[in-house]
């Protein structure tokens, strides 16, 4: 498959306990940017990497929400000390450098995160 | 806060009826205009895209018309099908970065076609 894998598919936690999720770009693409979607909402951005540099970060997005990329390729994001309002579902998402930012966006499965 | 608007938030329609979602925008550098389908427990999935310099685009059963001067633009599908049933999700893009207000999906619209 050589779309956007996203790893682990769900994730149960308890409340304080810190999670990380990993995104596997469409190996070509150098944008990747991550978005929380909440039941019944649109995607809500959270960053955006060019290659490994984080050229965005949403203002809305707490202290305790952190992403790499430290190859270019691969990045992960991490939640330290999760609240039950960190349950959502986190997409990553991969463009072309052919593009600009924002153009055609190919999304992964998603992560589904549940605090408890 | 740019906004990015949807209606209707659903629509229910007859199979073969036609489908019309609307999306309405505010920033003004928006100069691409993309409309994703989403289905439950999947990532959303572009269906079709226009940019400025056309005024519509149609690929198979969907067109997006685009409307510059009321900064709108919506999606049209023409012979709705039960597998069209899923929400959909304008996200317009483009201008300088800027903490993300670029990256912004409207709030979908939820679409059921019935048999």
């Known amino acids: 498959d050589t779309g956007v894998s996203q790893d682990p598919r769900h994730k149960i936690t308890k409340r304080g306990q810190n999670v990380t999720f990993r995104c596997d770009p469409i190996s070509e693409h150098n944008r990747l940017y991550w978005y929380r979607q909440t039941l019944g909402q649109g995607p809500e951005f959270l960053t955006y990497f060019q290659n490994e540099a984080q050229l965005e970060k949403s203002r809305l997005l707490s202290d305790r929400f952190s992403a790499e990329r430290p190859k270019g390729s691969f990045s992960t994001l991490e939640i330290q000390r999760t609240e039950q309002g960190d349950s959502a579902m986190y997409l990553c998402?991969?463009?072309?450098?052919?593009?600009?930012?924002?153009?055609?966006?190919?999304f992964g499965p998603g992560t589904r995160l549940t605090v408890l | 806060q740019q906004q990015v608007k949807q209606s209707p938030q659903s629509l229910i329609v007859q199979k073969g009826g036609i489908s019309i979602i609307n999306c309405a925008y505010e920033n003004t550098a928006f100069d691409y205009f993309p409309w994703y389908q989403q289905f439950p427990g999947k990532g959303p999935a572009l269906l079709i895209a226009i940019r400025p310099d056309v005024s519509e685009k149609k690929e198979g059963r969907f067109t997006i018309s685009f409307n510059k001067s009321a900064k709108q633009f919506s999606l049209h599908i023409m012979d709705s099908q039960p597998g069209d049933s899923a929400t959909y999700f304008c996200?317009?893009?483009?201008?300088?970065?800027?903490?993300?207000?670029?990256?912004?999906f409207g709030p979908g619209t939820r679409l059921s076609v019935l048999p």
């Open positions: 996200a317009p893009t483009g201008g300088l970065l800027n903490y993300g207000q670029n990256f912004v």
């Open positions: 998402a991969s463009s072309s450098p052919s593009g600009r930012a924002g153009d055609t966006q190919y």
